[in-house]
């Protein structure tokens, strides 16, 4: 298993300018979230969805976009890219049933500058 | 939005030493969990705990759920080098659709 893998793994974007972060997990998971973390901060959740054709807001979901067509994808969608969504983006997912379940498994980051 | 109390922030250590870091919250858990971030890398589950008073070992490392569901501890005995990272610990509570709760980290170097 590859676990979760995440495209690309560095960006530039100017501003106003779109992208699309890719995750693709082969676990077979039901869960799936994208995070971002600010340097010297935590983890806030962006987005998640607990299965495919279902997604929710978390904490922190002003200028992104997320869709879940299957199962093992869950790309985060930036329409106008900000100085303010500079960071690095985490993908994670759970198998989202029973205690074990809910452990997240997370891919290796996407670093996102917006200049 | 929520999240939990992490301490302490940063610690500096000598090779060999023994560390101990925890997490508390207002709230009940029914799951703690702790990871570890190497710089530039996504964080890796180190342990999980599911039951009140759980004690759980992963080699050098040792967490405990507490007893009252509000905290956790984890501690990690003879550090060395490749112990240098940032340790965050993560709860769910029962009413929280499987979002994790995060701390904010506590950043750990080891002196050779």
């Known amino acids: 298993n590859a676990g979760v893998t995440q495209t690309p793994k560095f960006r530039i974007l100017k501003i106003g300018q779109s992208m699309t972060l890719q995750c693709t997990q082969d676990m077979n998971h039901n869960y799936m979230y994208w995070y971002r973390q600010d340097p010297g901060m935590g983890l806030k959740l962006i987005y998640y969805s607990v299965g495919a054709g279902i997604t929710d807001k978390g904490e922190v979901p002003n200028g992104y976009n997320v869709s879940r067509s299957t199962t093992e994808d869950f790309p985060l969608r930036l329409e106008l890219a900000a100085p303010s969504q500079t960071s690095v983006y985490f993908c994670?997912?759970?198998?989202?049933?029973?205690?074990?379940?809910?452990?997240?498994?997370f891919g290796p980051g996407t670093r996102l500058l917006v200049l | 939005g929520q999240q939990l109390n992490q301490s302490p922030q940063s610690m500096f250590i000598q090779e060999g030493e023994d560390v101990s870091m925890n997490c508390t919250s207002s709230?009940?858990?029914?799951?703690w969990l702790w990871y570890k971030q190497d710089p530039g890398e996504g964080p890796v589950l180190l342990i999980a705990?599911?039951?009140a008073g759980e004690l759980t070992s992963n080699g050098r490392l040792t967490a405990q759920f507490g007893i009252t569901r509000k905290d956790s501890f984890l501690n990690i005995s003879a550090s060395i080098p490749s112990d240098v990272g940032i340790y965050f610990c993560a709860g769910i509570n029962a009413g929280n659709n499987r979002k994790l709760i995060w701390g904010l980290g506590t950043s750990l170097a080891v002196n050779p």
């Open positions: 994670a997912s759970s198998y989202g049933s029973g205690l074990a379940g809910e452990t997240q498994y």
């Open positions: 709230s009940i858990f029914n799951t």
């Open positions: 705990l599911y039951k």
